[in-house]
């Protein structure tokens, strides 16, 4: 017979409490909550955490419209590179996607939005998206250009540049009269700035939020890195949902957004902004 051992005893007896306490739902732990920061600024609500662990969480949504990070080769190819100045490229910082990531992100998205889906991607990882979101029976469209003439050269002089992400858009049955849409979209002057290396144009959101998105709707993005889907939504009186996993750019998301209820679109009627509140953990 092995030793009695008291402070293994305890130990299992602190362990059965926590637990029971847990199953009541009366232990106030932090580590109950899916986020570990929640901001509300106007009709943005930004969470801190993974995506993966906060959207089962959210209940549905309307729309989503997200650039999530690409494959591995457009991150090897951008970290690798050198811009037209001959300067260095800052690293991406943050990590690819791979084919066996789209299934579980499918799954998630698909089980909470109720509407369009819009996922920017590149080349390679466009056909699992596509395979993804068909097995979670949406009806998904040919892959829209978004073309950035200009926004790279390839160094080696051995073919053509890659100037051009993809949006894969997909639909439920009952966005069947939503309308004509664009087939692509195309940068234009003012386009190039960026808050964030990888980040997406503020005026591509913006047209992309008016599309996929109806007066009162709610717009989540599960990736939001600086917040740029949730500026656009700001400015054209959306409701909108934000998660970020890097608390030094989610901080830029929050401050890029007050800036942008600050400073609203002179043609788009919003509601006065509330103070911006940080739920406590505890």
């Not at 130990?11 to 306490?21: F, P, S």
């Not at 089962?56 to 997200?66: C, E, N």
Request: hydrophobic letters at 35%; glycine letters at 10%; charged letters at 25%.
């Amino acid at each position: 017979m092995a030793e009695y051992n008291p402070s293994d005893d305890a130990k299992k007896c602190y362990d059965l409490a926590v637990e029971a306490k847990r199953e009541r739902g009366d232990a106030h732990w932090p580590e109950r909550l899916p986020y570990r920061r929640k901001e509300v600024i106007g009709d943005c609500t930004l969470y801190l955490g993974d995506c993966m662990e906060i959207m089962p969480t959210l209940g549905a949504v309307d729309t989503i419209l997200t650039d999530p990070p690409f494959s591995e080769r457009t991150h090897k190819g951008h970290d690798a590179g050198t811009g037209r100045d001959g300067a260095m490229r800052r690293q991406l910082g943050y990590s690819a996607l791979t084919s066996s990531d789209i299934g579980p992100i499918s799954d998630r998205l698909s089980a909470i939005c109720s509407g369009w889906i819009c996922w920017i991607t590149d080349h390679t990882l466009a056909p699992s998206i596509e395979a993804e979101l068909r097995r979670n029976g949406r009806y998904v469209f040919a892959p829209l250009p978004f073309y950035q003439p200009g926004r790279s050269v390839r160094l080696t002089g051995d073919g053509p540049c890659s100037w051009t992400d993809w949006i894969i858009a997909s639909r439920t049955s009952a966005q069947i009269k939503w309308g004509t849409l664009p087939g692509g979209y195309v940068a234009g002057e003012g386009w190039k700035s960026k808050d964030r290396m990888g980040g997406k144009p503020v005026p591509l959101m913006t047209s992309m939020v008016r599309d996929y998105s109806s007066d009162g709707q709610t717009v989540l993005d599960p990736f939001m890195g600086a917040g740029t889907t949730l500026v656009a939504c700001a400015k054209l009186g959306r409701r909108a949902v934000g998660i970020e996993i890097d608390e030094a750019i989610f901080d830029i998301a929050c401050d890029r957004i007050r800036k942008a209820y600050a400073q609203p679109d002179m043609f788009v009627q919003t509601t006065p902004v509330a103070q911006p509140k940080q739920e406590p953990l505890l």
